[in-house]
């Protein structure tokens, strides 16, 4: 009776010491119970316990251990229960591809995924729902009025354009920001400066100061057929650079750009909803974009083509030869 009181206690003990039967769980044993464990018929029953033992290394061998603190959870678990770690893939319910727990778009078919949270302003939506009860806005997406894309997220993935409300006025709001106003004339300048073609040859700087003399020479003619006595010709404004000048603008340009970019950096926000549209409202138009998620630190072509948008991102520059990859470009 005694006996049996004990090994169903020891069992227990060995349940909650991830131990094996060894000298480390002596200490936890009293002297009457080290005397037991010494006698011959306990041997059964630690051959037993071993067992036990060596099915919950088994369970816990098939448990999933997590990267980031190396706690080993429940098989089943899809969060680490101590740190929030995600621990297994989700299946993108359109393509079945693997995808980040956390995502809430996939990467590899380009759709919204959540059922149950509006794509447009986060507000939770039971799976019968067409429109969100929130913000109005129809589960099956928003065609872009400008260039007839149907877009998930609440500004156009083509174009830019706000979609919704919402998105018109975090737009007008953002548009304010005197970064803004820099970045927007930046984009312009530098818009400008790929339109200019530098000179080719020196016939070409030949021709051009041929050209400003005579200019010089008909307006001297007809300022003094006006009567002025010492006619003052105004400079020719337009100035053309040679490549190297030109091209160090260019470059000084994309550097000033770079800078108020990375100045308007989207941090971690709660919600994806929330870093697709303030990134997506301080996008300037003209320039050549790609979206850097702080995610996988890939390139979008925007973070509505990103899985998971909420760890922030932020806008570059992507010049003429830049020929760095687009993962979303091909939809
Ligand atoms: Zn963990
Ligand atoms: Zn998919
Ligand atoms: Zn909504
Ligand atoms: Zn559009
Ligand atoms: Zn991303």
Known sequence: MLNSYFFNNFARILANFDMTIDSTIRPELTNRDAKILQHGELEDHAAQAQQTESQRLQQQAQGVLCPSCGTVNDPEAMFCASCGTPLRMGLCPNCGSEIDPEADFCEVCHHYIKADTCSFCGARMTETEVYCHECGNPRGGIVCPVCNTLNDFAFCKQCGTPLTEEAKALSDELHKLPDYQLLSEA????????????????????????????????????????????????????????????????????????EILDRMAVPPLPSPVKVRNYAMAQKPGGVRLAW????????????????????????????KKNNQEIKDDNK
Not at 212 to 218: A, I
Not at 292 to 319: E, F, R, T
């Open 187 to 258: 984009a312009n300048e530098l818009v400008e400066l790929n339109m200019q073609f530098p000179y080719t040859s020196e016939r070409d700087v030949v021709r051009d100061q041929m050209n400003q003399k005579l200019r010089e020479r008909v307006l001297l003619l007809l300022a003094k057929d006006k009567g002025v006595v010492n006619p003052v010709v105004p400079k020719n404004e337009s100035h053309r650079m040679s490549k190297e000048e030109l091209e160090k603008a260019k470059e000084d340009k994309i550097k000033l750009l770079t």
């Open 292 to 319: 850097v998620c702080n995610w996988k630190h890939a390139m979008h072509s925007s973070p509505c083509g990103c899985a998971k948008p909420q760890l922030g991102g932020k806008w570059v520059i992507l010049g």
